[in-house]
Structures are given as structure tokens and as C-alpha cells.
């Protein structure tokens, strides 16, 4: 007599909205249990973002602290990789793993579905998943502030995300605005590139850390302090300041009065030198005072000065842009991120994970790979009851 098993239709996949560095990372890391991943990315290739970046930028991080699960970065990156050499990274790691990629296909909504998750896509598509990977980006869509004037200026204003190198600024007077590490980077860059004049307005002064010191970098550092009272490692950075970086007071760079550790819990990341300090003792790059508005072609600031540059470039940051996708679930807080990330879920969202949305001192590729772990290992072990 034969024995005959009842058909069980195949699971609904665990969908991951972002094929960018984390969303890879997951999608690798839950088919090595065994657990299907599509990884959805709306633009035509994996790393969008890494693709869209200024030519100098590197890894801030060791490229040995760097790598995703499952693939190391080769030796001949270097220990600093370019920005190019991640993109090809990326791609490596999508073809090694083997990924189930679909380009093109943008998720505009997530609901949730009983005990399953319901996606409403480009071209009308309804995806049913039964887990869902949010990694659609830290820096996401770019953000300049609504300026009074600003649209009205009547000089050359683009944000960051659209700076690749120094090549059109040449013999040009440039203001950059934003003291985060974008900012200070191609302020640096524009100096050595050729610009005639380069200005950075800074409304609250940042910790400058050096990338190395004797050798040893600061992203172990951040490993090392990252579980560490608040207070101490304020005291440490402060302590560690003073001995690796110069006062920059005389040239409008004080030593920012709130600690390290603190400004971090905040959301600012200290910025790596790569260029800035040198430019600034050298008067290559003027500090000046926060942007307040424009005027015509005329930049106020909040010291009361104006300027006239031929170009401003607003490092201004970016936003999540979570609010369409998932803002109807109570899962951002009030300055919409996620109220959990990693292998938690929000409470009322059994299911939903992020990945990517911090910006930690210990380096994003390495936090990214120990997430995508950790949430891989939560979902197949989910799957398995």
C-alpha cells in the first residue's frame, strides 16, 4: 500500500527591500540556512548607493573589519577600499551567493496580513512574504534644508549626493555646507582639486578623530569603547583628542564642548580625517559660520557676514524616508527610524526587520554583517516551528 504525504505549497519567501551592503548581507546569511530571500532593489543594479558617491571616498573602516558574511574583501583592495572597488565587492558577492536579485522593482507600501506580509510594488505587484528586511539605506534620500531664499538663489546650490569630483569647480569659489564626513571630505578634496576658494559652514562643531594613529585605527577603537559608559568614553575621546589632534581654535575649528560618546548617542558620527586638518591649518579651507539663508546671490550667515561663492554644496545629510512604506504600522519614532533594529521586531510587527538605519562608531559594514547573522539565524529559526 503506499504512503502518501499531504502537498504542502512552498513557503512564501522572506522578502528584503534594499540591494544595497545589508540587504546582501541577509539575503546571504538566510540562504545559507536554507531560507529563500528576494532581495528587491528599485534602481537597475545592486550598491546604488555606492555607485552614486564621489569618486575619492573609501571605506572609513579596515577592509579586514569590513567584509560581509561568506566573502572576504580581497587582499589587493587595500586597507582603505574606494569607493569603486566596494561596488565591485558587491557585485561579487551577489554573483558568489548566488542571490535572487530583482531589479527595477520599487516597494512603495508594507501591510501586514494575518501571520503574513503583503508588498505593493512597482507595476501593480502584490508580493506575499512571510518575513519582511527592510535595508533600504541610512543614507537615503538626500535632504537640503528649506532655506528662506533658497529657491530663489540665483547661484549654483546641489546637494552632496550629486558631488563626484573636483574637476567642475576648478578656478571656483565653493561653499560647502556640513561638517559631517561628506562634508569635510570634499571640502578637502575641492582644495587639492583645483578650486579657488573653499569655505565650510559649520553650525556645530565636530569631533575630528585621525583614521589611524601609530598605525592602529580608530575603528577599533570604536569596538573596543562601544559597550563602555557613556561618561568614559567621553573622557577617553577627549583624552585621546588632545594627544592625536591639533587645536584648531585660531582657525574657527574649537574642540567641541559635548563628549564624544554623547554626540554619538545623538546620531553624529565623529569625522575622520582625511584631508581636513592640513587644508585648515593651511588655509586651504576656511571654516565660517552656519548658513541662515539667501539672499539673491548672496549667502547669509549666521555671524551676520555674506558671500557671494559661484558654488554652494549642501553635506546636508539625508533622510530615511521610511513614513510611505511603513509609517501606518507604529513602527518609526518621532524622527522616523526605527523603533528596533536587527533581530528584534517592533512589538506589534512580528516579522519586520531592519537593518542599517544606525551609524555606529565600530564601522557600518561590520555591524551590518553581525546583524545580518543575527537576523538570519531569528527568521530560519522561526521558520522551522
Not at 587639492?192 to 576658494?197: I, N
Request: proline share 6%; aromatic share 6%; glycine share 12%.
Amino acid at each position: 500500500m503506499a504512503i502518501t504525504t499531504p502537498h504542502r505549497p512552498p513557503a512564501h519567501p522572506v522578502y528584503v527591500i534594499g540591494g544595497g551592503p545589508g540587504g546582501l548581507a541577509v539575503a546571504a546569511a538566510l540562504g545559507a540556512r536554507g531560507v529563500r530571500a528576494v532581495v528587491l532593489e528599485k534602481s537597475d543594479a545592486v550598491g546604488a548607493s555606492w555607485r552614486a558617491h564621489y569618486d575619492r571616498l573609501r571605506l572609513h573602516t579596515t577592509r579586514r573589519l569590513s567584509a560581509l558574511p561568506g566573502l572576504r574583501m580581497p587582499r589587493s583592495f587595500g586597507r582603505w577600499v574606494a569607493r569603486a572597488d566596494v561596488v565591485r565587492y558587491l557585485e561579487k558577492y551577489a554573483e558568489k551567493h548566488e542571490l535572487e536579485i530583482v531589479t527595477g522593482v520599487e516597494v512603495f507600501r508594507i501591510e501586514r496580513d494575518g501571520a503574513e506580509w503583503i508588498l505593493h510594488a512597482t507595476g501593480g505587484r502584490r508580493l506575499t512574504g512571510r518575513a519582511v528586511v527592510v535595508a533600504t539605506g541610512y543614507n537615503h534620500t538626500p535632504h537640503v534644508p528649506d532655506w528662506p531664499g533658497r529657491d530663489a538663489y540665483e547661484g549654483e546650490l546641489g546637494h552632496a549626493r550629486t558631488y563626484r569630483n573636483p574637476g567642475p569647480y576648478e578656478g571656483k569659489d565653493v561653499l560647502v555646507v556640513g561638517a559631517g564626513n561628506t562634508g569635510a571630505e570634499i571640502a578637502a578634496d575641492l582644495a587639492e582639486g583645483g578650486a579657488a576658494r573653499v569655505r565650510l559652514a559649520i553650525r556645530t562643531v565636530p569631533h575630528i578623530v585621525r583614521r589611524t594613529t601609530a598605525g592602529w585605527p580608530a575603528q577599533r577603537t570604536g569596538i573596543l569603547v562601544r559597550r563602555l559608559p557613556v561618561a568614559l568614553v567621553d573622557r577617553m575621546g577627549d583624552l585621546m583628542a588632545r594627544v592625536a589632534v591639533p587645536d584648531l581654535s585660531a582657525h574657527g575649528l574649537p574642540r567641541p564642548t559635548t563628549g564624544l560618546a554623547t554626540r554619538q548617542r545623538e546620531g553624529a558620527v565623529p569625522v575622520q580625517d582625511v584631508g581636513l586638518i592640513d587644508a585648515v591649518r593651511a588655509g586651504k579651507v576656511e571654516v565660517v559660520a552656519a548658513v541662515e539663508a539667501f539672499d539673491g546671490g548672496e549667502v547669509l550667515l549666521a555671524d551676520g557676514t555674506r558671500i557671494a561663492p559661484d558654488s554652494v554644496i549642501a553635506a546636508t545629510g539625508y533622510r530615511r524616508a521610511l513614513e510611505p512604506l511603513l509609517g501606518h504600522l507604529d513602527v518609526l519614532d518621532g524622527d522616523g527610524r526605527p523603533v528596533v533594529h536587527g533581530a528584534r521586531c517592533p512589538r506589534e510587527a512580528p516579522g519586520l526587520y531592519f537593518t542599517g538605519f544606525t551609524n555606529p562608531i565600530s564601522g557600518m559594514f561590520r555591524e551590518l554583517a553581525i546583524d545580518a547573522e543575527r537576523i538570519a539565524r531569528r527568521i530560519a529559526r522561526s521558520s522551522a516551528k
